[in-house]
């Protein structure tokens, strides 16, 4: 046969799912997206259509309701690593399971009295997480634990310099000594891991603290850096997220550079002291980069926007 | 010639601007989206092609960056009031301008020190506002004020009931005596104006005030009803509004109905007690209603989707 | 009491259906995502919760499965016909029933031999229906049928032409002789009906052909008409349809005037002889109108957006 | 310093530019969306923000301009080849280069008489190229050549079955002998290469036809292939692809199982003899897998969503 499979997996993608826990008038809730990836010894479904070895994508869905059952979402984290347990030593025909899950945050709305079972959407930026296990066959288990935000839209209106860079042929732009730095903050994160999944420092409550404290790092440190250049920006948010957690080794930064533009006001006899801008859609400048821990070794995907 | 013009309008549609105002160290921004549309004495432009009566969409945009300079944003209904004013005074051939405005709200990072110029966008909600001038010849100018918001997702996870509907040769439903009821609310409220756009109780701080007091009669309401159908509390948030509010005399709302279905784990054995759903996309319901003063006359369009 | 309910409607929206045909080994598929808004004698339900008089959205979304199997679907338009008159003559707490339709269109992917059932969707135009049915009471039965499209994108690279329009203070755009035109056409015309829905001179095939030569009229007075303006174009396509279908009495066009602006290389030493175009997101014009046989009466909403 | 930087890369993302060439009456187009990423020696911009060794993001976005107008567009695959040799030979910090381009197609209006400058676009699928380009040191020049396409949405009707699957706990999905199968195919393949970029056997035409035939032998293998699994159509059109194009070596395949349910008409005393379907939206499977000549190494990457 001249062709021969290579990397594949399946599973089912986008299954959401809601939790409610009732503590008598006191509900909470957890809203995840989840989507499943297996892998393992599946050339007999695709070279004859053999399903003898197929878990069905239906069942694995079926999984993530009857898990938020059974075991309650303690974290996306959590949860992942349950789930990725479960398909990997569950069935002999995979090998390699990965989560991924996008997490919905919610406010109470609050009401007179005992009660809370009322909430509100808190807005766009979306929590990740994402858990692949390995078994590992003789080299033994691997877990490769990463969680994230996408969609943090953030501004600053001053203290942002452009200028001294390269020009060549096509270069028009003009430099600057004072603009608007604007981007949406798109951030993975790797957690140091040295046992499996389930075990290391965070409780149920851990994996909720971290990404709190590392959104509040990365707010900081957009708002504190007087910016040269938007990767500076990008490399003080990831130093102080590594610096600031000992159990973080790596991050991985999406920054779109969100355009506004100062509009053009002299036609009309009027100045612009940096007080009208049009904000832009596309082209937009799109800055990447890893940070880590000296001696770590980067594992985190290079592209984040397909992360989950 | 056996074809006529019927209704018709021009503009330019979603100009983005963002307008910052320095207050020494602390700087405070507006983000809108502004569309235009103008009408009036249009018949040539369409017939022959003559743009002799026509004020270029272009034009349009450049004016909402000339005014953001020259007069500020104080509120977005304060800027569409002055927008609206100046293309049907401004050019004989306009009769009447809408202008339509999204506004992205945003949050400061909180910073070390007395600065205040870095922000985060709030989150999915969008506020919207709709002003209409109409110069109306011998009848006299007449303004509409609309004001509203889209995409509040909330969700009452309990003290939700549906029964007692009509049963017909297509009903399998069953009846349920609790259920999530979640919607995404899309609202559009009237003012009451009795001179021009610019005058009347609110002033700079006033529009701001009245659309967190709005949103949050509409939170309240949704949150503090029992309800028996997703009519009872859309009446029930309109009606809150109204009697809260004097200066609104009309609000409708488009409720689409997020349905939250219970997973079905009795195959696995176990039982589902209300606690985990899955979040249905489409179909959904679509519920949509306006609740009017006792006396007033109904102005808000039907459809609220394409507002602004 | 101080509030009164105004104009409501209810139903469930955007049920995906999709009936396939068998004719042997040839398959024919109708894609549809239906949209139902009910309204009557609601106020209890508003009111007091009561559900005495309302027919589940669910039972809707069940009849609109239902009646696939059991009538099949010859077309959109029949199809909405059918619907509207059963929720209208079926419960007698409704009054008027309105059926939107997107209709999602295929290619048959050629192959050998006598099978024929697998197919490619054709791309992003969308077609559309609506019909509304109100029993009227004393006045006697009412039925509107529109059909349309959205986003049927086109582009004329030349024969375009921009200006002699009024320049004010805010004015900077300069005139063209040879400019893009390019737009997507958003339509919806409304068909002349003496009798009920299902009467008239359309069979089966009859609103798909009407369709077909619809669209063809479009497109053709689009790329032969030489523009001085978008709005005689938009004329242009509108009388075209009006003076060529005996049986539309109305059209109502909204063209997003999709800009494509010169790309600057004045400072590369390069010409630009409308070679070289950037084509820009937002904001865009925006031309809107009707037109209408001399004579008829305009009834098809001015905003298009929201339909269906 | 505690922390290091790892993979970086900067450009600009979805420069829109349109390039016509007019022959005489008849125009041609040519419709892209580019996205530039370049990496080098790029430490000093993150950690001290010096500017020295970048070219503007806006440079780059210059430079899609300058080439569309100097060199023309034969094909989106040479246009990209030609943009990454220039960014990487002409800065001396730039070691790589990857340009992602997104190629929108269009259809010509047929008018009556010589002209040709009519356009319709054609439809949802949307043509992919990206060219990877290492200056690579010692090691000597290396390139990638990646073609493919996404969003091209198919449907069987028939000849799909699913059964013989793994049953766990959680499994509750029927087994079925008749099913419709759609996907949307999102593929990505690999040209072979053993020169530069620029050379090998396709000429100004050549990548507009290997594509048309590789989007061709995609859907006949889909329509072809009795169905046991969507892995098994999987793997007949990857397979078709690499055994009829000798400069294919590789293909990548994402494929959403786009689940169409059979309705239950069973309450309402109606069969569904395979005719009436709910398409939904979410969850849905996700079938991923490679394919390559035997031989081959793999390079695609594995997630195809974000490409480019």
Redo the contacts between chains.
């Keep these: ?22 503590d008598g008038p006191v ?1 909470h ?1 957890r ?1 995840l997206n989840v ?1 499943i ?1 297996l892998s393992g010894a ?1 050339d007999d ?15 694995t ?3 993530v ?2 898990f ?3 075991h309650g979402i303690a974290s996306a984290e959590e949860f992942a690593v349950r789930l990725a347990r479960h398909f990997v030593t ?2 002999e ?1 995979i090998g390699t399971a990965r989560i991924r899950i996008e997490e919905y945050a ?1 406010d109470r ?1 609050p ?2 009295g005992p009660g809370g ?9 979306t929590r990740t997480a994402q858990v692949t296990f390995d078994s590992g066959g003789a080299a033994g288990e691997r877990w490769q634990i990463l969680s994230g935000l996408k969609g ?8 942002s310099e ?12 003009p430099e600057t000594r004072d603009r ?1 730095l604007a981007t949406e903050v798109n951030a993975c994160w790797r957690h140091v891991r040295d046992g499996e999944g389930g075990g290391g420092e965070e409780g149920k409550a851990g994996w909720d603290e971290r990404y709190e404290r590392t959104r509040g790092h990365l ?2 440190a ?3 850096t007087y ?3 938007l ?2 920006t ?2 003080a948010m ?2 102080r997220v ?2 600031q957690t000992p159990g973080i080794d ?1 991050i ?1 930064l999406s920054l ?2 969100k355009h ?1 533009f100062l ?1 053009d ?1 002299r ?2 006899g ?3 002291d ?21 001696g770590a070794t ?1 594992a985190v ?3 984040l ?2 992360l989950p």
Tied chains: 1, 2, 3, 4.
């Design positions: 046969m001249p062709t021969v499979l290579g990397q594949n997996q399946y599973g089912k993608a986008e299954t959401r799912v809601v939790r409610v826990t009732r509900h809730i809203d989507s990836a599946m479904v695709h070279l004859s259509g053999s399903n003898a070895r197929v878990l069905p994508t239906d069942t869905k079926n999984t309701f009857a938020a059952k059974e569950g069935q025909a919610w709305i009401v007179p079972h009322s909430f509100v959407r808190r807005g766009r930026e943090l839209v953030v501004m600053n209106t001053t203290d452009f200028h001294g860079y390269v020009k060549d042929r096509y270069t028009t732009l608007i707010l900081a957009f708002a504190e910016s040269l250049s990767q500076q990008l490399y990831g130093s590594i610096e790596e991985r779109p550079n506004h509009a006001l036609p009309f009027l100045d612009n940096n007080e009208v801008y049009f904000a832009a859609d596309r082209p937009y400048g799109l800055i990447e980069a890893t940070v880590l821990r000296d980067a995907p290079v592209d926007t397909n």
